[in-house]
């Protein structure tokens, strides 16, 4: 079994947990292109290494944040999202809300 | 004879056969430089000798030929996909594969078993109806088929409704095969070999240099190469290969396991493959059951396996298959996979000139061999992406025309 420590739950199974993707910066939704969009959607760095990873405590469906190496998977921090995102970020389309 | 056999049991020099000439010095330069010398590598040198006279090529590897995901997949063949442009691209391939023993004159133990894709619930009928139709118009051999008619096709296969998910049908596409997956490899290097292409096992590509956006050549650890072009062909690496020639590729690397019991009498006449219990078996010529089941959970470049992995497949194997409940494992492995966002693989030109990519091979990448080093050879030779790969572009993940092949592509669903 293999622990991965939840900031809010504690050391955990990490078979309750669910893998969200690398950490990337997100580019703003109405001023970026469709190609930054694409590439934002799609692509990974995919980094053989140290990589900042979303994870989530599926039974209290909580998102978080590890550092984990994907080569040895040694899990190095586990830290709530919080310390990296410090704004609220808003979706509003720029007509309003997408109306309908 | 038996005193032919002592003496030469007792002989100091044995008259063994050698069928691969032994590494050469790396030349300044080659036409074509092939990094990674498994199967789709070795297949792509093997048609360009073969069909378009180009032989000035150097297959490079960091390890030795064959020994990463040609070695580690399970060897199934099949061309029942979801997406058209999938099944005619697999089938392509399986009609490739029948016949490579004697195009190579080098027997694959190619097997034709037929291939059961088990459904368990209503949506998973869909699905197999789906794609029995989608096949069938492209002249592929598929249907659905109901319990009765699969007890007729695997009589030991548990059919029982007292069971957590009964099988309510299946999808039967009976050209469905197995082959020995490293002869596979051997072949396509000795007869590439043959015509004077170089093999160079052990030999690591450190940079990727580029002149005017054109691929000019590659450093290894033993030395400079310059290139006119590059197949990369390296499968669970592609994203850091590809970091190297400058650009992202929309792939996660995922570890897929799988392992073998103890050899038993044959019994399994097909390839049994469940999507809802995440399960696939067949029975290799020498008796093992092959296994493997879902790609692990999250990535990691890695060919360790795991406990969990080994307990979650038995308890399902053994629902299917409960009279196997003493057989022992004899082996378990994992093999780094590249998965694609629409599990389809990414073949074809990249943002490079001159650099062409064999990549974004997750779990369907050994059945791919033969077409995709024939299709990848053209390209090559020609300059010009066959119509017949031009769907698995690197550009359809920005124009967002993805070629949804999960339904069809893994157990993993």
Redesign the interface.
């Known amino acids: 079994?293999k622990i991965l420590t939840c900031p809010l739950n504690g050391p955990r199974n990490i078979?309750e947990f669910?893998?969200g993707g690398e950490v990337t910066a997100m580019p703003d939704p109405n001023g970026c292109s469709d190609?930054e969009w694409?590439?934002h959607?799609?692509?990974?760095?995919?980094?053989?290494g140290i990589v900042r990873?979303w994870w989530c405590h599926i039974a209290s469906a909580y998102w978080f944040i590890a550092e984990r190496n994907?080569?040895?998977?040694e899990i190095i921090r586990t830290y709530p999202a919080s310390e990296v995102f410090k704004q609220r970020i808003d979706f509003d389309a720029p007509d309003g809300g997408g109306g309908r | 004879m038996p005193f032919g056999l002592l003496k030469y049991g007792l002989s100091r020099r044995y008259p063994v056969e050698r069928q691969l000439p032994p590494r050469p010095d790396l030349k300044p330069s080659y036409d074509v430089v092939i990094i990674g010398g498994g199967g789709h590598g070795l297949a792509a040198a093997y048609y360009l000798s073969r069909y378009h006279g180009i032989t000035d090529v150097a297959v490079l590897d960091k390890g030795y030929l064959g020994g990463g995901n040609t070695a580690r997949n399970t060897a199934i063949i099949r061309s029942n996909y979801l997406t058209p442009e999938g099944v005619a691209f697999y089938d392509e391939s399986l009609r490739l594969f029948r016949g490579l023993s004697h195009e190579l004159d080098f027997n694959i133990l190619y097997s034709e078993r037929g291939h059961l894709t088990l459904a368990h619930t209503d949506a998973a009928i869909r699905t197999s109806r789906w794609r029995a139709e989608v096949n069938t118009h492209l002249g592929v051999e598929s249907r659905l088929v109901f319990p009765e008619e699969i007890a007729r096709i695997e009589p030991t296969l548990n059919l029982s409704r007292a069971t957590r998910y009964p099988v309510l049908g299946a999808l039967y596409h009976v050209p469905g095969a197995v082959a020995r997956h490293d002869a596979v490899a051997w072949g396509y290097a000795i007869r590439a070999a043959e015509r004077g292409v170089e093999l160079h096992p052990k030999t690591e590509v450190t940079a990727i240099e580029q002149t005017g956006g054109r691929v000019s050549a590659v450093v290894t650890d033993r030395g400079r190469i310059r290139c006119g072009a590059v197949i990369q062909a390296v499968a669970g690496?592609s994203?850091?290969v590809a970091k190297m020639a400058g650009f992202?590729?929309?792939?996660?690397?995922i570890p897929l396991q799988a392992c073998v019991s103890q050899p038993l009498k044959p019994f399994l006449n097909t390839i049994v493959v469940s999507g809802s219990l995440h399960i696939y078996v067949s029975q290799s010529s020498r008796g093992e059951l092959v296994m493997g089941s879902a790609s692990d959970?999250?990535?990691?470049?890695?060919s360790?396996s795991s406990l969990?992995f080994a307990e979650g497949l038995m308890a399902h194997i053994l629902e299917l298959f409960p009279f196997l409940g003493e057989v022992k494992l004899m082996r378990q492995w994992a093999g780094v996979t590249d998965m694609t966002?629409d599990f389809a693989p990414v073949m074809g030109l990249s943002p490079l000139a001159g650099y062409y990519l064999d990549a974004g091979w997750g779990t369907w990448g050994f059945k791919a061999t033969p077409a995709c080093g024939l299709n990848m050879a053209a390209l090559v030779a020609t300059g010009e992406v066959p119509d017949r790969i031009a769907p698995f572009t690197l550009d359809r993940?920005?124009?967002?025309r993805l070629l949804g092949e999960k339904g069809a592509a893994s157990v993993g669903h």
């Open positions: 079994m078979a669910s893998y190609a694409a590439d959607l799609m692509m990974a760095d995919n980094t053989a990873e994907t080569v040895t998977d | 690496m994203s850091v992202r590729l929309p792939i996660r690397s959970p999250y990535p990691l470049y890695s360790r969990e966002p993940f920005a124009d967002l």
